[in-house]
């Protein structure tokens, strides 16, 4: 799996001569990982692959129904027999992937302390970038499949060191459950003492890659289960290649090694490494495996998926299909009771191309039709409650396939019934996501151990801008924390948590989310001055990036109480400018330009003016009886 350059001086060979060695041998002589060790490890994977029987063989008998070939799982039939496959259980299938690559995931680095923010901020830009250079969508559409057809799929998360011309990067790829060994009895892969991958090689290449396997290669030794395939698969000029990972305790602490070998031929061993020696092949100290598992089973890391659950109803379903068939073809081609001594032409009696049938003698009704009784419906019942029940156990109902109730056309009440009706897809994606997150701290830890050269990477920025950042580990690296009182303080490594949301969503639920977006927008959420009332509304929902919404209205609500605070501080200077002049003109003005409404002037003269340009209220008082005596009566 992780192909690495070879370093002779640090691989025994078994078999190397003391007295004529040179000096480097003495090296290999000591080195931990030699012949016995890999031989004492390939017994250990024997009994892992001994313990995993019943696991493989249900996998390969469940990739047989995927495929549409379980009859030959079923019974042994006379290939005239009819056979029909109906596809209820793949389509289930090929539903429940379409639901997954919908929701495809896409990752948010959170920090854990103040002053990792901008390290995360970077990742998230970064981690995208290094998926899609591993063609991650690709490999998590093969693991998805996978994972509903056998109930377990598993990511391989390793460090290629020959990618980018030896400057090495990360490598994300789908691993076969077949190839993969582990301890029994446990149900976390990361609890296993071993793990070991095995993997046909072609015999000429790893002679070329290593030399030291010449006259040491095989037929493969070790013989994983494998899948019929259509193709003949030769495999008499290929060699098994096991890459063996274990965990050990150094120094207080456990670290993970690993071993690549071929037969009793070490390929190369963490453990003969000195730069590895101590501190183990990768420093996060896991199984590079992460398995998104469907149904959990106890007592494995390994599940079962949608073809265990639904193939005995898939089963009956095609037996009914039989019968049904045999019955109308038996009475939809009638056949006759011809006694041996027939004067009747029988060629150009079953020949229905001839417009006459020649007969010997008198015709006579000695050629009888044979009666087939047709099914009665009931039949036709049973094939139909078995592809309900099918449909109900896989969770692969109308609505979430398309179907729609009569009369509903709207998209939110249509993404309101698929969303009602696809929890299980849901619970799937849940689980998807989780290995998702485990890949991504994964790639973050392989990053803070291997990218400490500086790299460069196209990220989209803020407005989706095409930007172009150099990154290394410098940030992210365990950083010394200094002494405090002459103690060594240690070192300190920025740790991260993953928030994973649905990059792609389907079309009804984007139509939906549109809806609520201009039903909120109607009802004024988005004016400022219902800031408050909308953020209480809004609390008491669910919806998704609901956190984004409410900061967008709470800024518009904080941005409005502001300017609201301007104007006023802005009339309160108008109002005095306007009081030292004598006149109202800026505070009207202030008022048209704000949009309000302009005051009444007040009757005794402009509002504002100074005391001792108005009016005394003796003189309008006088003003006020002289013209009520002078009106009119």
């Given at each position: 799996?992780?192909?690495?350059?070879?370093?002779?001086?640090?691989?025994?060979?078994?078999?190397?001569?003391?007295n004529?060695?040179?000096?480097?041998?003495?090296?290999?002589?000591?080195?931990?990982?030699?012949?016995?060790?890999v031989?004492?490890?390939?017994q250990?994977?024997?009994?892992?692959?001994?313990?995993?029987?019943?696991?493989?063989?249900?996998?390969?008998?469940?990739e047989?129904?995927?495929?549409?070939?379980?009859?030959?799982?079923?019974?042994?039939?006379?290939?005239?027999?009819?056979?029909?496959?109906?596809?209820?259980?793949?389509?289930?299938?090929?539903?429940?992937?379409?639901?997954?690559?919908?929701?495809?995931?896409?990752?948010?680095?959170?920090?854990?302390e103040?002053?990792?923010?901008?390290?995360?901020?970077?990742?998230?830009s970064?981690?995208?970038?290094?998926?899609?250079?591993?063609?991650?969508?690709?490999?998590y559409?093969?693991?998805?499949?996978?994972?509903?057809?056998?109930?377990?799929?598993?990511?391989?998360?390793f460090?290629?060191?020959?990618?980018?011309?030896?400057?090495?990067?990360?490598?994300i790829r789908?691993?076969?459950?077949?190839?993969?060994?582990w301890?029994?009895?446990?149900?976390d892969?990361?609890?296993?003492?071993?793990?070991?991958h095995?993997?046909?090689?072609?015999?000429?290449?790893?002679?070329?890659?290593?030399?030291?396997?010449?006259?040491?290669?095989?037929?493969?030794?070790?013989?994983?289960?494998?899948?019929?395939?259509?193709?003949?698969?030769?495999?008499t000029?290929?060699?098994?290649?096991?890459?063996?990972?274990?965990?050990?305790?150094?120094?207080?602490r456990?670290?993970?090694?690993?071993?690549?070998?071929v037969?009793?031929?070490?390929?190369?061993?963490?453990?003969?490494?000195?730069?590895?020696?101590?501190?183990?092949?990768?420093?996060?100290?896991?199984?590079?495996?992460?398995?998104?598992?469907?149904?959990?089973?106890?007592?494995?890391?390994?599940?079962?998926?949608?073809?265990?659950?639904?193939?005995?109803?898939?089963?009956?379903?095609?037996?009914?299909?039989?019968?049904?068939?045999?019955?109308?073809?038996a009475?939809?081609?009638?056949?006759?009771?011809?006694?041996?001594?027939?004067?009747?032409?029988?060629?150009?009696?079953?020949?229905?191309?001839?417009?006459?049938?020649?007969?010997?003698?008198?015709?006579d009704?000695?050629?009888?039709?044979?009666?087939t009784?047709?099914l009665?419906?009931?039949?036709?019942?049973?094939?139909?409650?078995?592809?309900?029940?099918?449909?109900?156990?896989?969770?692969?109902?109308?609505?979430?396939?398309?179907?729609?109730?009569?009369?509903?056309?709207?998209?939110?009440?249509?993404?309101?019934m698929?969303e009602a009706?696809?929890?299980?897809?849901?619970?799937?994606?849940?689980?998807?996501?989780?290995?998702?997150?485990?890949?991504?701290?994964m790639?973050?830890?392989?990053?803070?151990?291997?990218?400490?050269?500086?790299?460069?990477?196209?990220?989209?920025?803020?407005?989706?801008?095409e930007?172009?950042?150099?990154?290394?580990?410098?940030g992210?690296?365990?950083q010394?924390?200094?002494?405090?009182?002459?103690?060594?303080?240690?070192?300190?490594?920025?740790?991260?948590?993953?928030?994973?949301?649905?990059?792609?969503?389907?079309?009804?639920?984007?139509?939906?989310?549109?809806?609520?977006?201009?039903?909120f927008?109607?009802m004024?959420?988005?004016?400022?001055?219902?800031?408050?009332?909308?953020?209480?509304?809004?609390?008491?929902?669910?919806?998704?990036?609901?956190s984004?919404?409410?900061?967008?209205i709470?800024?518009n609500?904080?941005?409005?109480?502001?300017?609201?605070?301007?104007?006023?501080?802005?009339?309160?200077?108008?109002?005095?400018?306007?009081?030292?002049?004598?006149n109202?003109?800026?505070?009207?003005?202030?008022?048209a330009?704000?949009?309000?409404?302009a005051?009444?002037?007040?009757?005794?003269?402009?509002?504002?003016?100074?005391?001792?340009t108005?009016?005394?209220?003796?003189?309008?008082?006088a003003r006020?009886?002289?013209?009520?005596?002078?009106?009119?009566?």
């Open positions: 799996m992780d192909r690495l350059r070879t370093n002779e001086e640090y691989i025994p060979t078994g078999d190397t001569d003391v004529s060695a040179p000096q480097d041998a003495f090296v290999a002589l000591a080195a931990p990982i030699g012949k016995e060790a031989l004492k490890a390939s250990i994977l024997l009994r892992y692959k001994q313990d995993k029987a019943n696991l493989d063989n249900r996998i390969v008998e469940n047989r129904w995927y495929r549409l070939r379980h009859w030959s799982v079923m019974e042994q039939t006379n290939k005239d027999q009819v056979e029909p496959t109906s596809a209820w259980l793949f389509n289930s299938l090929a539903n429940k992937h379409a639901d997954m690559m919908d929701n495809y995931p896409s990752p948010n680095v959170l920090p854990r103040e002053g990792d923010k901008a390290e995360a901020k970077k990742l998230t970064i981690l995208p970038v290094v998926l899609e250079q591993n063609d991650f969508e690709e490999v559409d093969q693991v998805g499949s996978y994972k509903l057809r056998s109930g377990t799929g598993v990511y391989g998360i460090w290629d060191s020959d990618k980018l011309n030896g400057l090495g990067d990360i490598s789908k691993v076969d459950v077949l190839n993969l060994f301890e029994s009895g446990i149900t892969i990361q609890a296993s003492r071993n793990v070991f095995v993997e046909l090689c072609d015999n000429d290449i790893l002679l070329s890659q290593y030399p030291q396997t010449k006259d040491r290669l095989s037929t493969p030794t070790i013989q994983t289960v494998r899948y019929f395939y259509d193709d003949n698969v030769d495999t000029e290929k060699s098994a290649v096991i890459d063996w990972y274990y965990k050990k305790r150094v120094n207080g456990t670290v993970l090694h690993y071993c690549k070998y037969n009793d031929v070490v390929l190369y061993a963490s453990e003969n490494d000195p730069k590895y020696a101590e501190r183990g092949f990768y420093d996060h100290g896991l199984y590079p495996f992460v398995f998104d598992v469907l149904f959990q089973v106890e007592g494995m890391p390994a599940g079962f998926g949608y073809v265990d659950v639904a193939k005995s109803t898939q089963e009956y379903i095609d037996r009914c299909n039989k019968a049904i068939m045999q019955n109308t073809l009475n939809a081609k009638p056949r006759y009771f011809v006694p041996n001594d027939s004067s009747v032409n029988e060629e150009e009696f079953a020949d229905t191309t001839k417009s006459f049938v020649h007969v010997q003698g008198q015709i009704d000695r050629i009888k039709p044979i009666d009784a047709p009665p419906g009931i039949f036709v019942e049973v094939l139909n409650s078995k592809i309900e029940e099918l449909k109900e156990t896989t969770g692969n109902r109308d609505v979430s396939t398309g179907g729609t109730a009569s009369g509903v056309t709207a998209a939110a009440a249509i993404a309101a698929q009706g696809s929890k299980l897809s849901r619970d799937a994606n849940k689980s998807a996501y989780r290995a998702y997150r485990r890949i991504c701290l790639v973050i830890e392989l990053i803070r151990q291997f990218y400490d050269t500086v790299r460069c990477f196209r990220i989209m920025g803020d407005q989706n801008a930007e172009f950042v150099m990154y290394s580990n410098a992210i690296a365990p010394p924390q200094g002494t405090d009182f002459g103690v060594d303080m240690g070192m300190r490594i920025p740790l991260f948590d993953i928030q994973v949301t649905a990059q792609k969503a389907s079309p009804y639920s984007q139509m939906a989310q549109n809806e609520m977006a201009i039903q927008y109607q004024g959420f988005f004016n400022p001055q219902m800031a408050d009332q909308a953020l209480a509304c809004l609390e008491m929902m669910d919806f998704d990036r609901k984004s919404v409410m900061q967008i709470q800024r609500g904080t941005m409005y109480q502001q300017l609201m605070m301007m104007q006023q501080q802005m009339m309160a200077l108008g109002q005095m400018v306007d009081q030292a002049h004598g109202n003109e800026i505070t009207q003005g202030l008022m330009q704000f949009g309000m409404a005051p009444p002037m007040p009757q005794g003269g402009a509002q504002g003016l100074p005391a001792d108005q009016e005394s209220s003796v003189t309008s008082k006020q009886r002289a013209a009520d005596s002078t009106a009119p009566r």
